[in-house]
């Protein structure tokens, strides 16, 4: 008889429930201040996505901004009501890949080479993108480096914390390095700026049709080759390497369907779109996630925070050397499932398109690439060596 799925709430769970917070705020932070969303309605609604998919996957499903999309978003200045149109867009065309099955048609041409090749290169940016936010910022988001000594003593102290603790599940760490340090800085006396609206945590938002091309065009376009080999064909695998039994209810059509219904209603009600990126998979299950308890957590505080306006400012007392050393250890988690690639055709081609990923910041280029290499060096190798016992 098979063991049933259950969620835990254990010590470990608690610790990986905040482990993708590192890839989450910053454009969290970005999209509030750049694109004026309401702190309260973003975190409420994520919040949300994270307690579904916690009860239904049971394993730790992360939910974060659409990455490309978001980007995209801070640099144009779209609108809120632009964005929410494009997230309930952008869900109904993700449903219907997945109800027509043709997420499960384009998974045929996603070998694990092709897939573990998108987690390196994900992996990669993440690192940079850590790296970039301490180097960019100061010990908050959007400020200088008046505390430059401050930045660089919790970035160090804390990555030492993390690399021995990594080996003690046990220990929260993750809650106690996030605790301390807002300790050490507030004794400090150092706080953020404040340059976020407030607002309800959902607003009734009808789509804005004429947006449909330009969110097409300048949008989601851009954002569906990474959704779809990041955000499902790596987040499926991601999942199964971690968690293996645990995540058998989880699939590519299941994740591409819930990616589209979450942001069909998040489109309604006024938030930005959501995907479950394998980055924050690999988040969770570095600090010590294994169940969908740990998304159950992370998701009631999300909701907490949002409902309770004083505490929608408490996240931006999280220093941001804190989120990018956690960034960083995030980074060599998806990075290091390369090494379960068995031969050195596969992880010739995995390099490739992690390396081409990181140096053009196109998944499609990558993927194109390393399929192209990857039928050539399999014809190369069968035409060459079949002789071979």
Not at 72 to 91: D, E, K, T
Request: charged share 10%; with cysteine.
């Amino acid at each position: 008889m098979k063991r049933s799925l259950k969620n835990q709430f254990s010590v470990a769970e608690w610790s990986g429930a905040v482990g993708d917070l590192g890839t989450m705020l910053p454009l969290a932070f970005a999209l509030i201040i750049f694109n004026q969303f309401p702190p309260q309605r973003l975190f409420f609604l994520w919040g949300l996505v994270y307690l579904i998919t916690g009860w239904y996957y049971r394993v730790p499903v992360a939910v974060q901004p659409l990455k490309a999309m978001a980007v995209i978003a801070i640099a144009s200045g779209f609108s809120v009501a632009q964005l929410s149109s494009a997230a309930f867009f952008y869900g109904i065309l993700m449903v219907l890949l997945s109800a027509t099955g043709a997420i499960r048609g384009l998974e045929r041409w996603f070998s694990p080479a092709l897939v573990r090749g998108v987690q390196l290169g994900i992996g990669l940016i993440l690192l940079q993108k850590a790296l970039m936010m301490i180097h960019s910022n100061g010990v908050y988001f959007n400020q200088g480096n008046a505390a430059l000594w401050v930045k660089i003593l919790l970035f160090s102290v804390v990555v030492l914390v993390l690399f021995v603790m990594q080996f003690i599940r046990k220990i929260p760490v993750s809650i106690f390095v996030i605790a301390a340090s807002i300790g050490v800085t507030g004794f400090l006396g150092l706080a953020p700026a404040h340059s976020w609206v407030d607002g309800r945590a959902f607003h009734l938002q009808i789509p804005q049709f004429d947006f449909l091309f330009a969110g097409l065009i300048y949008l989601m376009i851009p954002q569906l080759p990474l959704t779809l080999g990041n955000a499902v064909f790596a987040a499926n695998d991601a999942c199964h390497s971690f968690w293996r039994e645990q995540a058998k209810r989880v699939s590519s059509s299941r994740l591409g369907f819930s990616i589209g219904l979450s942001n069909i209603v998040i489109g309604l009600l006024g938030g930005f779109p959501i995907c479950h990126g394998a980055g924050g998979i690999a988040a969770h299950a570095k600090f010590g996630a294994k169940t969908g308890g740990s998304t159950i957590i992370i998701g009631s505080l999300l909701i907490i925070v949002a409902l309770i306006n004083p505490l929608a400012e408490f996240l931006f007392y999280i220093p941001i050397p804190i989120l990018g050393a956690m960034l960083l250890f995030t980074s060599w988690s998806l990075m290091a499932l390369v090494k379960k690639l068995p031969g050195r055709i596969e992880l010739m081609v995995a390099v490739t398109v992690g390396a081409i990923s990181f140096f053009t910041r196109n998944l499609t280029i990558a993927l194109l690439a390393g399929l192209g290499l990857e039928y050539t060096l399999n014809f190369v190798n069968k035409r060459c060596f079949v002789v071979r016992p």
